[in-house]
């Protein structure tokens, strides 16, 4: 294994694991916990996977790949916030209103392979699973295939493969073991060149790039289906996806010219945004400086349309919109020009679990803070990006788990504080430390909403 590189020979790197090991006892609801073997420095993969298997909306829309067009297909209970109590999605208990239908009903929406094999063949609104629960069918048009095997067929595509994977977790009959995402990993590889070599690879950027292959893949599928008069036509605008009703959010640009006073503003969206990080500082802060002024001048001038020259201006970034599953990079790794290659920033940068953001689309009346509760968090351990090791802390109805690779491990709230960032940790090992951070909008279902009526349908 080449996961301790960069460190000693010891496990310098190694996360303090402060949990004992998964016990099925520990387990509430009707999750599964698996850990993901490494084919050799793929954790920069298996910690962004788990990651995001535990974004529900993520998880369930991915498992009814191709038939959901929109997240607000989904049932609501798939909405409650990671750190809401009374989220157990098998109790049973949860009463909720069922969107399709209208009916008053008990909601299991849970990803569990009862609700997934209901599927076919039935029109009751409410099924009865093999454990006597009620399982109630997921909003017409949804439909999951029982087994999926793609692995080896020519046709497959990183999302079949994703499908693959989730399923292989959420279908598990025992609630904890390990899986092996050789077939995903493999197609990884073949896809992009970035990824194709045993060295670490940078987590931010796997996430990036699979954000964005899967948005395409859905387009690609949505444009094959267009000429069959059975599909449902798509509600989103053009070329948007789920990917972008979770995860997209805005921002604006504003130059001002310091000389004529005229104002440019350029917006572009984000599905992660990447912030820079400073020495004893919080997310909170982090953010707030971004938004902050910076002066144009000296060589940097900006080019005014107006005055028709080089000017001294003012930038200013904005949050215009923001998403309802926020994933933040933390900038760890900066290139310094005197070294001549990228270093790791050891800042502590404190993250909490409540997040508060003033929401920029509810600016004029009632302008309200949007809350966000932390989910996931992806952990960087090591010195440099290319050498060291990746592991994800995940929320699990009130309880935080950290996978390492196979391993999966509780943990106490508190042990999150590890990852803050140890600039002067001595001796030199506890170099583990938030890269990236994934929130969830804490009225998600309703921020989904908002945000599918807001945008103009083309
Ligand atoms: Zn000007």
Redesign the pocket.
């Known amino acids: 294994m080449f996961k301790w590189l960069g460190t000693n020979s010891n496990n310098a790197g190694k996360p303090a694991h402060a949990g004992a090991p998964m016990h099925p006892a520990d387990i509430e609801g009707n999750e599964r916990y698996y850990g993901l073997q490494n084919f050799g420095n793929t954790c920069y993969c298996n910690s962004v996977l788990q990651a995001l298997y535990f974004c529900r909306p993520f998880r369930e829309s991915i498992l009814h790949f191709p038939a959901l067009q929109s997240i607000a297909e989904l049932l609501p209970s798939t909405f409650t916030s990671a750190g809401e109590s009374g989220a157990d999605p098998d109790s049973g208990s949860t009463s909720d209103t069922d969107e399709s239908g209208g009916s008053k009903s008990p909601v299991v929406g849970s990803s569990s392979p009862n609700l997934l094999r209901r599927r076919t063949g039935s029109n009751n609104n409410v099924a009865t699973a093999k454990n006597g629960k009620p399982v109630i069918q997921l909003p017409k048009g949804l439909r999951a295939n029982a087994a999926i095997t793609v692995t080896g067929n020519p046709d497959d595509t990183l999302l079949l493969h994703l499908k693959e994977l989730y399923y292989q977790i959420a279908a598990q009959k025992k609630r904890t073991g390990v899986v092996g995402p050789k077939g995903f990993s493999d197609k990884v590889k073949k896809e992009n060149i970035l990824f194709r070599s045993t060295q670490q690879q940078d987590a931010h950027e796997f996430l990036n790039y699979m954000l964005n292959a899967i948005a395409e893949l859905i387009l690609a599928e949505r444009k094959k289906n267009e000429t069959d008069d059975e599909a449902a036509p798509s509600t989103l605008p053009a070329g948007k996806t789920w990917i972008h009703e979770l995860f997209e959010g805005e921002l604006a640009t504003e130059i001002r010219?310091l000389?004529?006073e005229?104002t440019t503003e350029t917006r572009e969206c984000f599905l992660d945004l990447s912030i820079d990080v400073e020495a004893n500082s919080s997310i909170a802060s982090c953010l707030w400086s971004y938004s902050q002024s910076e002066m144009l001048c000296h060589k940097d001038k900006f080019y005014?349309d107006?005055?028709a020259g080089l000017?001294e201006a003012e930038r200013m970034m904005k949050i215009k919109k923001l998403p309802p599953v926020l994933a933040l990079h933390l900038k760890r790794f900066k290139y310094m020009e005197n070294q001549q290659k990228y270093v790791k920033l050891m800042h502590r940068v404190m993250f909490p679990t409540e997040l508060r953001l003033f929401n920029p689309s509810n600016d004029t009346i009632d302008s309200t803070d949007q809350m966000y509760d932390l989910f996931a968090i992806v952990v960087h351990i090591g010195s440099s990006p290319n050498h060291g090791h990746y592991v994800a802390l995940v929320r699990s109805y009130d309880r935080w788990l950290l996978f390492d690779d196979e391993s999966v491990e509780l943990v106490s709230e508190a042990h999150l504080a590890k990852y803050f960032g140890e600039p002067d940790a001595d001796p030199p090992g506890s170099t583990a430390a938030g890269y990236l951070l994934f929130y969830q909008a804490r009225d998600m279902l309703t921020a989904v909403r908002k945000r599918t009526m807001t945008v103009p349908l083309s």
Request: glycine share 0%; with cysteine.
């Open positions: 010219c000389t004529c005229s005014c107006t005055c000017q």
